[in-house]
């Protein structure tokens, strides 16, 4: 799954549960196995790139991707 949809996804989770609507404990754990999917794979990523510019993306993304995991655990 790409980034942005992952992270809108995401999002949405952490929205419906504020406004007080329930969520299926399914979506949940699918959410929280394609975060971990898309953390390994940047973590990966970092590990061969060498270009600046496109590590700092990378760091970023991984920084959304684990804000993600921990909200996703507290669901």
Avoid: C, W
């Amino acid at each position: 799954m790409k980034f942005e949809k992952l992270d809108s996804a995401a999002e949405n989770l952490v929205r419906k549960t504020a406004k007080g609507k329930k969520i299926k404990p399914e979506k949940v754990k699918k959410l929280q196995q394609l975060l971990g999917e898309k953390k390994s794979a940047y973590e990966e990523k970092l590990k061969t790139s060498m270009e600046p510019g496109k590590r700092e993306k990378l760091e970023m993304r991984l920084k959304v991707v684990e804000a993600h995991i921990e909200k996703a655990n507290q669901l």
